[in-house]
C-alpha cells in the first residue's frame, strides 16, 4: 500500500518535535522555518506606513529590525517604529532635491544617518541627545547620487556612486572624501559617444569587504578590490578585478544595470533594465578587460579578418546556451526607473525586485520559479527591503507610503491566471493589465525616473498628468531653513554644516 504524503502541518509538527528533542539546533530550525515557502505564499500588508508627500524612494532597516528608515522625494527622512506604523523621528535631510537613499550606520546606537540624493549631494546626519538633528555635507557628484553601500561592521565606512561615473570612498573619521575612479566604457566606439559610464547602484560582498561591484549604463557589472587602491594616488584603481555579464548582452548598447545585490555566499545578482535579472557566481567573470562586440568588427570578422580580443555577435543558440549556464528571474518589467534588487531568506532562498506593473516579485533562487506577483504601488515598485532577521518584507514605490508585508495571510496565494514571462523589448508588464489611472504622476518629469528605454506606453499616451511629487510647499513644514552650499570638488567634510532641527512627531523624545 502506498505511504499517504505527509501534510505541511505534519511536516511542521515533525519539525518542532525534532527541535524540541535536540535532532535540530535551534539555528537550523530558525532557519528552516525563516526560509519556508510556505511563509512566502502567506506574505499580505500588515502595516500601511503614511507621512511622506512625495514619492518613497528608499527603506532602510537598522541593525536589530526594530527601526525603518526611509527618504523621500519631500527631501525628508524618517525614522519609524513600523510595527506601530508610528514616526519616532523626522528631519529635513538638507538635500535640495529627491532623496535616493538614507541608510544608518551600525553601531552608532541607530544615531548616524547617511543620505544620497538627486542633487548629488552626499549628507551625514546626527541625531543629538536631545533629539535635535545636525546635518553636513560630506561631498558631492556631479549628477544625481542613487545609491551608496555601507562596509560590513563599520561605523565609519561606506561608498557612493553617481551619474558622473565615480565612486567615492568616505570615512567619517577624516574630513576629507576620496575618489577613487571614474568608470570608463571599455569599447572604443562606445568611448567615441559615452566615455564615462553613468552609475546607478552599488554593493559590497558581505564575506569579504574589500570587494565591492558597481554597475550602470552598459552591460557590466564591474567588480573591484579595495586592497588595490592605493591611498597616495599613485596607481590607476579604475581597472577592475573582474567583470560579469551573459554573453547575448556583450556588445548591447541598449542595455543597462539599475540594481546589484551580494548574497551571503557572494553570489552577484545583477538587473538590467528592459531585461531580466541574473545570478552570477564568483567563477562566471567575463575577465577585467572585456571588449564589446562593435559593427566595424563584425564586418572585419564576415570578411574573414578575426581579432581574438573581440567577441563577436552572439547567434540565438549562442544566447541559449548562454542563458542556460545562468540562473535567469524573468517575468517583471524594469524599464522607466533604477529599481533595486535583493536577496530574502534567512540564506538567502528568494530573489525579490519591484517592477513597472506596480507589482512584487519573488523568484525561488535556485531555479528562477516565479512564486509571488503581489500587488503593491498603483504605478511602480522601487524598493524591497528584507527584514534582517525575520520573514518580512518592506516596500516603496511611487506611492507617497510604505507597506510592511508578513507572512499573516491565512491562506497560501497563488499567482495571478494571466501571468506570462515577458521577453525583452516587450512592454505588456506580463499581461497583467497595469492601468495609469493616477493624474498625480508624470513619469517625463519626475526626477526619480531614469528612462533607459526610448519606447512609450500605450497606456501613458492619453495621461495629462502633473507633478506633484516634489512641490514647491514641500519644505513650508521644515523645521529649519537650509543653506545648501554647493561643495568644491575636494569633497571636504567641513564645507558645509548645517543644523536640522528635527519635527517629532511622537510625545516621547527618539531614544
Given at each position: ?116 540624493a538627486a542633487d548629488g549631494q552626499v549628507r551625514h546626519a546626527q541625531i543629538q541627545e536631545d533629539s535635535q538633528v545636525n546635518t553636513r555635507q560630506l561631498g558631492k ?291 497583467l493589465g497595469w492601468e495609469h489611472d493616477d493624474d498625480d504622476f508624470d513619469y517625463e518629469n519626475d526626477d526619480d525616473a531614469t528612462d533607459f528605454c526610448e519606447h ?56
Amino acid at each position: 500500500m502506498a505511504k499517504r504524503a505527509k501534510t505541511t502541518a505534519g511536516k511542521g509538527i515533525n519539525e518542532i518535535w525534532k527541535r524540541e528533542v535536540g535532532e535540530v539546533p535551534p539555528r537550523t530550525f530558525a532557519h528552516r522555518l525563516g526560509a519556508s515557502q510556505d511563509l512566502v505564499l502567506r506574505l499580505a500588508v500588515y502595516k500601511t506606513l503614511e507621512k511622506h508627500r512625495g514619492c518613497v524612494n528608499t527603506v532602510s532597516f537598522n541593525a536589530e529590525g526594530d527601526i525603518l528608515v526611509s527618504g523621500s522625494d519631500d527631501r525628508f527622512v524618517m525614522l519609524w517604529d513600523w510595527e506601530t506604523a508610528r514616526v519616532k523621528l523626522s528631519f529635513h535631510s538638507g538635500h535640495t532635491n529627491n532623496v535616493f537613499q538614507a541608510k544608518i550606520m551600525p553601531y552608532t546606537n541607530d544615531r548616524s544617518i547617511v543620505t544620497c540624493a538627486a542633487d548629488g549631494q552626499v549628507r551625514h546626519a546626527q541625531i543629538q541627545e536631545d533629539s535635535q538633528v545636525n546635518t553636513r555635507q560630506l561631498g558631492k557628484h556631479q549628477g544625481r547620487a542613487h545609491k551608496l553601500a555601507i562596509e560590513p561592521g563599520s561605523p565609519h565606512i561606506f561608498y557612493t556612486c553617481g551619474e558622473d561615473g565615480s565612486v567615492r570612498h568616505f570615512d567619517l573619521r577624516s574630513s576629507s572624501a576620496t575618489r577613487l575612479f571614474t568608470c570608463k566604457a571599455f569599447s572604443s566606439d562606445r568611448s567615441a559617444y559615452m566615455p564615462t559610464v553613468h552609475l546607478n547602484t552599488i554593493a559590497i560582498d558581505p564575506r569579504n569587504p574589500n570587494l565591492f561591484a558597481v554597475g550602470g549604463t552598459d552591460e557590466f557589472a564591474r567588480l573591484y578590490d579595495i586592497r588595490k587602491y592605493n591611498w597616495d594616488g599613485s596607481n590607476d584603481f579604475g581597472q577592475p578585478t573582474d567583470c560579469f555579464s551573459p554573453q547575448h548582452l556583450i556588445g548591447d548598447e541598449q542595455v543597462g544595470i539599475t540594481g546589484l545585490a551580494f548574497s551571503n555566499q557572494s553570489e552577484l545578482l545583477v538587473s538590467y533594465s528592459d531585461e531580466h535579472i541574473y545570478l552570477f557566481a564568483r567563477d562566471m567573470g567575463v575577465g577585467p578587460t572585456p571588449v564589446p562586440a562593435s559593427p566595424s568588427s563584425e564586418a572585419s570578422n564576415a570578411s574573414g579578418d578575426s581579432n581574438p580580443n573581440t567577441q563577436a555577435s552572439p547567434s540565438a543558440n549562442d544566447v541559449d546556451a548562454d542563458t542556460a549556464e545562468l540562473l535567469v528571474y524573468k517575468g517583471h518589467r524594469n524599464c522607466d526607473t533604477v529599481k533595486g534588487v535583493s536577496f530574502f531568506g534567512p540564506r538567502d532562498e528568494y530573489v525579490v525586485s519591484g517592477s513597472d506593473c506596480g507589482r512584487i516579485f519573488i523568484w525561488r533562487k535556485k531555479d528562477g520559479e516565479i512564486l509571488r506577483a503581489m500587488e503593491a504601488d498603483k504605478h511602480i515598485v522601487n524598493c524591497i527591503q528584507s527584514h534582517p532577521h525575520v520573514t518580512m518584507l518592506a516596500s516603496s514605490g511611487i506611492e507617497h507610503d510604505i507597506k510592511i508585508w508578513t507572512p499573516k495571510a491565512d491562506d497560501r496565494a497563488s499567482l495571478p491566471v494571466k501571468v506570462e514571462q515577458v521577453e525583452p523589448g516587450l512592454f505588456t508588464c506580463l499581461a497583467l493589465g497595469w492601468e495609469h489611472d493616477d493624474d498625480d504622476f508624470d513619469y517625463e518629469n519626475d526626477d526619480d525616473a531614469t528612462d533607459f528605454c526610448e519606447h512609450e506606453d500605450s497606456d501613458d499616451e492619453d495621461s495629462d498628468s502633473e507633478d506633484n511629487s516634489d512641490s514647491d510647499d514641500d519644505d513650508d513644514d521644515a523645521s529649519d531653513d537650509y543653506d545648501n552650499d554647493d561643495a568644491d570638488d575636494n569633497d571636504n567634510i567641513n564645507d558645509a554644516d548645517d543644523n536640522a532641527e528635527a519635527e517629532i512627531y511622537s510625545q516621547q523624545q527618539y531614544g
